[in-house]
Each structure stands twice: as structure tokens, then as C-alpha cells.
T-cell receptor
Framework: GQYIDQPTEMTATEGAIVQINCTYQTSGFNGLFWYQQHAGEAPTFLSY????GLEEKGRFSSFLSRSKGYSYLLLKELQMKDSASYLC?????????FGKGTRLHILP | DVKVTQSSRYLVKRTGEKVFLECVQDMDHENMFWYRQDPGLGLRLIYFSYDVKMKEKGDIPEGYSVSREKKERFSLILESASTNQTSMYLC???????????FGPGTRLTVL
């Protein structure tokens, strides 16, 4: 089955809040990364969660529940520049496994 | 600032050619990675290296090989390019296993 899963596409409105979910296999799990990738560009690091709970970094927050194999990335006060793909990646058994990414469309 | 550079942004090769993709990082990182990224398939790990002269297979190593003769340089080699290797190739480096990866700008390879 899928080691890591996230929605393919999401749409939200400028100024709103959006939550991008990610589920992963819990065996051998060590931590969960989130990356942002604008079209035609390389991924850039957003966050890394090891412990349960919410970590906030400005308009972006990332949550982890190790027991449930679940994470989400929360984006507040959406701006047009937040239109991008968001990749979750599981650090598992000494390897990083990327999800297929969620393409986020922001409407004015 | 960490900088990861790749030898070409765009490359066009013919079927059967040998192709070299080079990646250089300037932050003395131990780990280096090669991925390919295709629509609908996401980032897939081809090979990675934890140290000079060491290499490990990723999820899709078939048709590829790598070389790491110096710490800062990690090369991806396509021994005999095929059309199904047309893709975006991304190199990355990290300080340790659970540290963030820094990506290069990518090489878009087209095999005709």
C-alpha cells in the first residue's frame, strides 16, 4: 500500500485558512517533513515534526500525531504566492519517502 | 546559505547516449541524493550517498548509476539513455539523516 498519502489538489481563497492532510505508515517512523514547491522550481523546506503537537512558524503551522500516523500543514491568511505544491515526506527506517504532493490553488 | 548546483537546467539527448548529471554542494554536507520527479508520481529516490565513495540504491535505481569521488560532488549516470528516462532530475544534500534536504534547481532531461 501507500507509505504516505496526501490529497492531489486543493483550492482555497485568498485571505482564508487551508489545512493539507498527510497520512503515513507508522512502522519505523522517525519524523515528518513538509516542503513547498512552486511550479518549475525546487522544493524548499518548511518544517520538520518529530514530537506530537503543533509547531507554528508565522502563517504556517504543522501538526503531528505519531499514534495516528497523521500530520497536517495549516496555512493562514492565504496569499496568492502560496499557490504551490506542498510535499509531505516521512523519515522512516533511515530513508526519506516523499508523498506525491498536494497542488494548492489560491483564488482571488 | 547552502547552495546546491546542478550542471545543466535543460538537456536533450538521444536514445542510447551516455548521460552525466553533476551536482555540487558547498556546505560540507555528508548526505547527497538524486531524485526524479514526474507528474502524478511525485519525487522518487534513485540513489543516495552517506559518504565519499559510498552509495545506496533508492526506490528506482534501474538504468542509473552514481559516483561520489569527492564529498561535495555527486554524479548521476545514465549508461544508455532511454525515452522513459525523460524527466526532471533533482539533486539534494543534507547534513544528517533527519535534517532538511536542500535541493538544486533541477535538470530537465529529454531523451529523444
Amino acid at each position: 500500500g501507500q507509505y504516505i498519502d496526501q490529497p492531489t489538489e486543493m483550492t482555497a481563497t485568498e485571505g482564508a485558512i487551508v489545512q493539507i492532510n498527510c497520512t503515513y505508515q507508522t512502522s519505523g517512523f522517525n519524523g515528518l517533513f513538509w516542503y513547498q514547491q512552486h511550479a518549475g522550481e525546487a522544493p524548499t523546506f518548511l518544517s520538520y515534526n518529530v514530537l506530537d503537537g503543533l509547531e507554528e512558524k508565522g502563517r504556517f503551522s504543522s501538526f503531528l500525531s505519531r499514534s495516528k500516523g497523521y500530520s497536517y500543514l495549516l496555512l493562514k491568511e492565504l496569499q496568492m504566492k502560496d499557490s504551490a505544491s506542498y510535499l509531505c515526506a516521512s523519515f522512516r527506517d533511515d530513508k526519506i519517502i516523499f508523498g506525491k504532493g498536494t497542488r494548492l490553488h489560491i483564488l482571488p | 546559505d547552502v547552495k546546491v548546483t546542478q550542471s545543466s537546467r535543460y538537456l536533450v539527448k538521444r536514445t542510447g547516449e551516455k548521460v552525466f548529471l553533476e551536482c555540487v554542494q558547498d556546505m560540507d554536507h555528508e548526505n547527497m541524493f538524486w531524485y526524479r520527479q514526474d507528474p502524478g508520481l511525485g519525487l522518487r529516490l534513485i540513489y543516495f550517498s552517506y559518504d565519499v565513495k559510498m552509495k545506496e540504491k533508492g526506490d528506482i535505481p534501474e538504468g542509473y548509476s552514481v559516483s561520489r569521488e569527492k564529498k561535495e560532488r555527486f554524479s548521476l549516470i545514465l549508461e544508455s539513455a532511454s525515452t522513459n528516462q525523460t524527466s526532471m532530475y533533482l539533486c539534494a544534500s543534507s547534513l544528517g539523516d533527519n535534517n532538511e534536504q536542500f535541493f538544486g534547481p533541477g535538470t530537465r532531461l529529454t531523451v529523444l
